[in-house]
Antibody, heavy 120, light 107 residues
């Protein structure tokens, strides 16, 4: 079965950086696009970024463009989210999710999430 | 960006009730709409894609319909395990966007 495990969350000061990782297993990782989404405490879902199966294309939400970078290592079955210049409004549970289809897509498998808290 | 809205934002219902949630898109998204269920403390779970295609393992009491800009999620007979928050999501174009959610509570 598909398993996605996020790690790297924690408490960080505004303006600092953090890198999240998502380790995947149970499916052919190198053939699927991967996503990061987030959910602020008590709020709804926000899609953050997507990376294609081969890492050659990606898209970002406007709220993180220029600050966050999604990447992947198919040899390690892992997708990353490098988060720079963090703001208080980036505080959220960050989920890794597998793309169900190519291109713009729904998400058919999710990790359990990792909490990022941006606070001084 | 395509804006998604949902109504109602919350509802109370009895076990066995028929429940309908509406999702509207700010522009035509054809049938590129998904529905998710999220229970407290858990990640969302994909229920339906392409507006009406039920995911494997999802009970048949869930159904989806609609196209263009108006969509519905129906639970034909609400069960205790269905009390959760439901989100719609469009996937016709980036950025991918979600509705604000509908919380289904026990009456």
């Amino acid at each position: 079965q598909v398993t996605l495990v996020e790690s790297g969350g924690g408490v960080v000061q505004p303006g600092r950086s953090l890198r999240l990782s998502c380790a995947a297993s149970g499916f052919s990782f190198r053939t699927y696009g991967m996503n990061w989404l987030r959910q602020a405490p008590g709020k709804g879902l926000e899609w953050v970024a997507i990376i294609s199966y081969n890492g050659k294309s990606n898209y970002y939400a406007e709220s993180v463009k220029g600050r966050f970078t999604i990447s992947r290592d198919n040899s390690k079955n892992t997708v990353y989210l490098q988060m720079n210049s963090l703001r208080s409004e980036d505080t959220a549970v960050y989920y890794c999710a597998k793309a169900a289809e190519t291109g713009s897509t729904p998400f058919d498998d999710w990790g359990r999430g990792t909490l990022v808290t941006v606070s001084s | 960006d395509i804006q998604m809205t949902q109504s109602p934002s919350a509802l109370s219902a009895f076990v066995g009730d028929r429940v309908t949630i509406t999702c509207r898109a700010s522009q035509n998204i054809n049938s590129w709409l998904a529905w998710y269920q999220q229970k407290p403390g858990n990640a969302p779970n994909l229920l339906i894609r392409k507006a009406s295609s039920l995911e494997s393992g999802v009970p048949s009491r869930f159904s989806g319909s609609g196209s263009g800009t108006e969509f519905t999620l129906t639970i034909s007979s609400l069960q205790p395990e269905d009390f959760a928050t439901y989100y719609c999501q469009q996937y016709t174009v980036f950025p991918l966007t979600f509705g604000p959610g509908t919380k289904v509570e026990i009456k």
